[in-house]
C-alpha cells in the first residue's frame, strides 16, 4: 500500500516531537468528538484504531472495551505495537479488514489518512469504514492538513521565520514536505532536496532560512533521506470525500502552536446514497 520504510521511521517514534504525535489536547479533542458514545452509562465500546500510534494504543476507553489495531507494515507493528489487556492487533490492509458489517462502536487513527499513497485511495478505506462501523458510531481521525492558500517553497522560506517561530523545528519538518508536495497533494521525501534546488536554490542556503542549522539541520536531512510517501490534503478536499460518505464531517483545530497543521476531523451517519455500503 504505501512505499514507506517504516521500520526507518518508527524506531524514531519516541523521539519525535509534537505534533508529529498526539499531544494531550489532540487527545481531548478525539474524546470529544467521540462524546456520544463515552456519554452512554459508560458501556463497553468496541474501538477500532487505524495504525499502532503508541499515544492512541494508550487511551482509556469504559471498562470492558476492546481495541482492535490494524496497520498494513509489520516492521511498524513489531517496531510499536505493545499488547494491553483488551487489544489486539492485525496486519491487514484498511480497504479489507478482517471485521464483520457493523462491528465497531468507534474508529480513531492519528494522520493515517495521510500514509495512504494518494489522496485518491481514501475512498476504499472510507468505504470499508463505513461498513465495519455501526450506523450510530463515529470515525475520529487526526490529519496534516494543508493550509489555505496552499503554502509554496517560497513562502514558507520567506514567511516561516515570524509565523512559525513559536515551533519551529517541528514546523519546518512538516511543513517543507507540504510545501513541495505534487499537485496531487503528495510529496516524496527523497524528491524534497531536488524541489528545493529546482525553486530556491541551494539547499543548506534554504534551511539556513527557516532556521534549521546543527542538529536541526541534520534532523530534516535525515527526514528527507526516508523512502517515504505521504499525502496532505486540504480542508475542502477532506470535507468533500468524507461527506460522500458521512452524513456530518467536523474539522476542529487544536490551540497550539502549529494547531492550523493538524485538525481532528470526525464524521458520523450515512450520506445519502451509501445505506446499501453498511448493509
Given at each position: 500500500?504505501?512505499d514507506?520504510?517504516w521500520?526507518?521511521?518508527?524506531?524514531l517514534?519516541?523521539?519525535i516531537?509534537?505534533?508529529f504525535?498526539?499531544?494531550?489536547?489532540?487527545l481531548?479533542?478525539l474524546?470529544?468528538?467521540c462524546?456520544?458514545?463515552?456519554?452512554?452509562g459508560g458501556?463497553?465500546?468496541r474501538?477500532?484504531m487505524?495504525?499502532?500510534t503508541?499515544g492512541?494504543t494508550a487511551i482509556d476507553?469504559?471498562?470492558?472495551?476492546?481495541?482492535d489495531?490494524v496497520?498494513?507494515?509489520?516492521?511498524?507493528i513489531?517496531?510499536l505495537?505493545?499488547?494491553r489487556e483488551g487489544?489486539s492487533?492485525h496486519?491487514?490492509?484498511?480497504?479489507?479488514?478482517?471485521?464483520?458489517?457493523?462491528h465497531f462502536?468507534?474508529v480513531?487513527?492519528?494522520?493515517s489518512?495521510?500514509?495512504?499513497?494518494?489522496?485518491?485511495?481514501?475512498?476504499?478505506v472510507?468505504?470499508?469504514?463505513?461498513?465495519?462501523l455501526?450506523?450510530?458510531?463515529?470515525?475520529?481521525?487526526?490529519?496534516f492538513m494543508q493550509?489555505a492558500p496552499?503554502?509554496t517553497l517560497a513562502?514558507?522560506?520567506?514567511?516561516a521565520?515570524?509565523?512559525?517561530?513559536g515551533?519551529?523545528d517541528?514546523?519546518?519538518?512538516l511543513?517543507i514536505?507540504m510545501?513541495?508536495s505534487?499537485?496531487?497533494?503528495?510529496s516524496?521525501?527523497?524528491?524534497?532536496p531536488g524541489?528545493?534546488a529546482?525553486?530556491?536554490?541551494?539547499?543548506d542556503?534554504?534551511l539556513?532560512?527557516?532556521g534549521?542549522?546543527g542538529e536541526?539541520?541534520?534532523?530534516?536531512?535525515?527526514t528527507?533521506?526516508?523512502?517515504?510517501?505521504?499525502?496532505?490534503?486540504?480542508?475542502?478536499q477532506?470535507?468533500t470525500i468524507?461527506?460522500r460518505?458521512?452524513?456530518?464531517v467536523?474539522i476542529v483545530?487544536p490551540?497550539?502552536?502549529?494547531?492550523?497543521?493538524c485538525?481532528m476531523?470526525s464524521?458520523r451517519?450515512v450520506a445519502d446514497?451509501?445505506?446499501?455500503?453498511?448493509?
Amino acid at each position: 500500500m504505501n512505499d514507506s520504510t517504516w521500520g526507518t521511521e518508527g524506531s524514531l517514534w519516541l523521539s519525535i516531537p509534537q505534533p508529529f504525535v498526539p499531544s494531550p489536547e489532540d487527545l481531548a479533542l478525539l474524546r470529544q468528538a467521540c462524546a456520544a458514545q463515552l456519554r452512554d452509562g459508560g458501556a463497553p465500546l468496541r474501538v477500532l484504531m487505524l495504525g499502532v500510534t503508541p499515544g492512541l494504543t494508550a487511551i482509556d476507553w469504559p471498562d470492558g472495551s476492546t481495541l482492535d489495531a490494524v496497520d498494513f507494515d509489520p516492521v511498524m507493528i513489531e517496531t510499536l505495537w505493545r499488547d494491553r489487556e483488551g487489544a489486539s492487533c492485525h496486519c491487514a490492509p484498511w480497504q479489507d479488514m478482517p471485521f464483520p458489517d457493523d462491528h465497531f462502536d468507534v474508529v480513531i487513527g492519528d494522520c493515517s489518512f495521510n500514509a495512504l499513497p494518494a489522496i485518491a485511495d481514501y475512498d476504499g478505506v472510507l468505504n470499508e469504514v463505513l461498513r465495519i462501523l455501526r450506523p450510530s458510531g463515529t470515525l475520529a481521525v487526526r490529519f496534516f492538513m494543508q493550509p489555505a492558500p496552499r503554502l509554496t517553497l517560497a513562502a514558507l522560506m520567506h514567511d516561516a521565520a515570524e509565523k512559525y517561530a513559536g515551533f519551529r523545528d517541528a514546523a519546518m519538518r512538516l511543513m517543507i514536505p507540504m510545501a513541495s508536495s505534487d499537485p496531487d497533494g503528495t510529496s516524496h521525501s527523497r524528491a524534497i532536496p531536488g524541489k528545493v534546488a529546482e525553486q530556491c536554490g541551494d539547499l543548506d542556503s534554504f534551511l539556513a532560512a527557516l532556521g534549521q542549522e546543527g542538529e536541526a539541520k541534520e534532523r530534516a536531512l535525515k527526514t528527507f533521506g526516508f523512502d517515504q510517501r505521504l499525502n496532505y490534503p486540504t480542508r475542502e478536499q477532506v470535507r468533500t470525500i468524507f461527506g460522500r460518505f458521512f452524513a456530518e464531517v467536523d474539522i476542529v483545530f487544536p490551540d497550539y502552536d502549529c494547531g492550523f497543521l493538524c485538525p481532528m476531523v470526525s464524521a458520523r451517519g450515512v450520506a445519502d446514497g451509501q445505506a446499501s455500503t453498511s448493509a
